[in-house]
């Protein structure tokens, strides 16, 4: 038997053949759209798969699942999570960040390259 | 407490599909995906039934204000359906949800390609009950654009002996139907099947033919009712008959025989079957095959045998239009072209074109869920999922 030499990564994702239709006025917003329907199924996945971990642990005696609901955090583990929580937003809401910084910024410090380029081009 | 529209009933989980030999296993995250693809096709069906409030608060009352009247066909709701930013963004992920489980079988699927083309090769090995024949190609009707999403279509072979698309189908249709069609993917079949056995208990069909079998998933209910029937399946896609019939082997049916053929093009005689079924086939049909593929099937048609297709309903003068107009949402996104001509036409006419007589016409309805036993008489679910949901229109005649 022949062995399939296939690349399933980006084989998975191949696009139907067919024009396929945009319903939203700005094509990129679609996108970004979809992007986020896809992450949101990718927390779905992991919720579950914690789930699935908590309940075989409680079903080993391990743990048990109303634990979970009556932890409290130690002094220390409540910052290392703050701490953890206010990295991962910071990470995520970067852009917002930074189109803020460019408000704040003064104008020379948003210099474009294409004027950069411009100017030092320019005879 | 309420049930939210957005839940309905919910889905059963991935876990509940047979998992026959040649099932592509899925991991646990890939089972997730897939739950999660469920809830996402149930959620959005209770999105779906906000273009009913957008019709009757928006779109009416300004389609009358601009024209003096109020709309005459589903084609005039879908003008004004396209530009309303409810539909749209529905329809954006409605489009993408497709999208995401083509994604997500073929995902499961091509990971593991090599062991299931393997698997199928050792089942389908030296039995006579597949037949294929690399001369017959899909018509262009069914490979112009790739139906449903359905990467691949129903033939595209990546490999010699592949069966991918085949396994993919399997893999997914669940998650589409949100699990509407049971473990078996065979709701449909399965309706039939006990419909008939109610409706005619004196009904010995010796040879039955089911066109446009694909993965022969709703046939094998049938076969299994009439054990002792010859059951033809044909289909034009190999890789989709080679799974279909290692699939029916995993599950142990064994009287069904899997033909690579065009329905178009049969050398059977006149009058060879006492049974023909069509399941979901018609609608992915042009005009003009339709025509060519009824009056054929009549000529197979033993006087005094079954013709009876399943599809979802036509649309009648009794339907709303908004319903009309969300249900061929299929043809014009999900790449169903023919589905919305197809879906226009009278019944009784499409069956005039195979020489049945009106007087002949039967049609009811069969459900893969019901609440007592009856598959005529359907469960009632939360909010319906238009052109998806496990609840079918049962069309044919008795040939006289
Ligand atoms: C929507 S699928 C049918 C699904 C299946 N019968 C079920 O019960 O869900 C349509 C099938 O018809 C097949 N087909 C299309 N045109 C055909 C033709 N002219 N002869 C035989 N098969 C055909 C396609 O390859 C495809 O597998």
């Known amino acids: ?123 | 407490m309420k049930k939210s529209e957005y839940s309905g009933q919910l889905p059963p989980t991935y876990d509940k599909v047979i998992r026959h030999d040649i099932f592509p296993e899925p991991t646990h995250d890939e089972t997730a995906r897939f739950n999660f693809i469920a809830s996402l096709n149930q959620h959005l069906a209770g999105v779906a039934a906000g273009n009913k409030i957008v019709y009757e608060k928006r779109l009416k009352p300004n389609f009358n204000k601009e024209n003096g009247r109020d709309f005459e066909n589903r084609h005039e709701v879908h003008r004004a359906l396209k530009k309303d930013p409810y539909w749209k963004t529905w329809s954006a992920l409605r489009r993408n949800t497709m999208e995401m489980r083509q994604q997500a079988g073929r995902s499961v699927v091509l990971r593991q390609i090599d062991e299931l083309n393997e698997k199928a090769e050792i089942l389908n090995k030296g039995k006579s009950t597949l037949q294929l024949n690399s001369e017959i190609k899909s018509p262009r009707y069914a490979s112009a654009v790739d139906i449903h999403l359905q990467v691949g279509g129903y033939d595209t072979e990546l490999v010699e002996g592949d069966i991918s698309v085949g396994a993919n189908y399997d893999s997914g249709i669940f998650v589409t139907t949100t699990g509407g069609v049971g473990p078996g993917i065979d709701g449909g079949g399965r309706a039939v099947a006990t419909a008939v056995k109610q409706k005619f208990p004196d009904f010995k069909p010796k040879r039955i033919l089911d066109v446009g079998c694909t993965i022969g998933h709703n046939v094998l209910p049938i076969a299994k009712a009439y054990p002792d029937a010859e059951v033809i399946a044909i289909d034009t896609g190999a890789p989709v008959l080679r799974y279909g019939h290692a699939r029916a082997q995993a599950l142990g049916v064994n009287n069904v025989t899997f033909i690579q053929a065009d329905v178009e093009n049969l050398d059977y005689e006149d009058g060879y079957f006492d049974w023909i079924q069509t399941t979901m086939f018609l609608h992915e049909l042009s005009s003009k095959s339709i025509r060519k593929i009824m009056s054929e099937l009549g000529r197979m048609l033993k006087p005094g045998g079954l013709l009876l297709q399943v599809e979802q309903p036509n649309y009648t003068p009794k339907m709303d239009l908004l319903e009309q107009a969300i249900r061929d949402w299929d043809c014009w996104y999900n790449n169903e072209p023919f589905w919305s001509k197809m879906h226009g036409m009278d019944t009784k006419e499409i069956m005039r074109m195979g020489g049945f007589k009106d007087e002949d016409y039967m049609e009811f309805q069969a459900a893969a869920n019901t609440d007592n036993g009856d598959v005529t008489k359907p469960a009632k679910s939360v909010s319906e999922d238009y052109g998806r949901e496990a609840l079918w229109t049962v069309f044919g005649a008795w040939k006289s």
């Open chain 1, 1 to 123: 038997m022949k062995k399939l030499n296939v690349d399933y990564i980006a084989d998975a994702g191949k696009k139907a053949k067919g024009k396929r239709p945009w319903f939203l006025d700005n094509p990129e917003v679609e996108k970004v759209l979809s992007i986020t329907m896809a992450i949101a199924g990718e927390l779905a996945v992991a919720r579950e798969r914690l789930d699935t971990l908590e309940r075989i642990l409680e079903s080993k005696g391990i743990m048990n699942r109303d634990e979970i609901e009556s932890f409290i955090p130690s002094e220390n583990d409540a910052n290392e999570r703050q701490t953890w929580h206010a990295e991962y937003l910071a990470r995520i809401m970067r852009i917002i960040q930074q189109d803020r910084e460019a408000l704040e910024t003064a104008p020379d410090m948003n210099e474009a390259v294409e004027d950069l380029v411009k100017e030092f081009t320019e005879e």
